[in-house]
């Protein structure tokens, strides 16, 4: 069974840019979570869909915006990027037999914002 | 405000000793509780998680957790430390109705020969 698998691995941007970061998550699963994870930060947690439907939300600034489709793939999106946005950014995915949860991370997307 | 407290930003113990990591939270309403591990150069793993029923967790690895209502606590607990358990491990919490997940700081655990 493939893993999460995250595109690109590695991305310079510079300020003021956009950016879209992909997930697909393991087949099956049906939720898709983001992280974002930097030295002085920490790890964060960004949004959750489920079955194309936000579900859980992080508190970070509207220009963070995810979706998912039909395939439970997910983007997530950046707009008007700030140096501070540089990070790793990891997308996981979940599935439940009754009430254990199993999570699977990606490699995650390294993203620099000069 | 809701936060995430982890004892110790680095643990240090002999190998097939006990390992403790310790995690305090704060909420005045009962939370989803999680432990990470993420281990060197590779991607992060849930280890464990408690939503409700049974205050003590089994997780991989051979880890378990314990929800102390009481003592607003999920430590982290293995009894026998394996040098493949250094690692670094972070607690997590869901708190609110917009299920924001928080992170703590994150322990380091070094497991000695």
């Known amino acids: 069974k493939a893993g999460v698998t995250q595109t690109p691995r590695y991305l310079i941007k510079t300020r003021g840019q956009q950016v879209t970061l992909s997930c697909s998550p393991i087949s099956g699963h049906r939720s898709v979570s983001w992280y974002q994870q930097t030295p002085g930060q920490g790890l964060q947690f960004l949004f959750e869909?489920?079955?194309?439907?936000?579900?859980n939300k992080g508190n970070f600034p509207g220009r963070f915006s995810g979706r998912q489709f039909s395939n439970s793939r997910s983007e997530m999106n950046v707009s008007t990027l700030e140096l501070g946005d540089s990070a790793l950014y990891l997308c996981?995915?979940?599935?439940?037999?009754?009430?254990?949860?199993?999570?699977?991370f990606g490699p995650g997307t390294r993203l620099l914002v000069l | 405000a809701q936060s995430v407290t982890q004892l110790g930003s680095h643990v240090s113990v002999s190998e097939g000793a006990l390992v403790l990591l310790r995690c305090n939270y704060s909420s005045s309403v009962p939370p989803y509780l999680f432990w990470y591990v993420q281990y060197p150069n590779q991607g992060l793993q849930l280890l464990l998680k408690?939503?409700?029923?049974?205050?003590l967790v089994k997780g991989i690895n051979g880890f378990e957790a314990e929800f102390k209502k009481s003592e607003t606590s999920f430590h982290l607990t293995k009894p026998s430390a394996h040098m493949s358990d250094a690692a670094e491990y972070f607690c997590?919490?869901?708190?609110?109705?917009?299920?924001?997940?928080?992170f703590g700081k994150g322990t380091k655990l070094s497991v000695k020969p």
């Open positions: 997590a919490v869901i708190i609110g109705s917009q299920g924001n997940l928080i």
């Open positions: 996981a995915s979940s599935s439940w037999t009754g009430r254990q949860e199993t999570q699977y």
């Open positions: 408690y939503t409700t029923g049974a205050t």
């Open positions: 869909y489920f079955s194309e439907t936000q579900r």
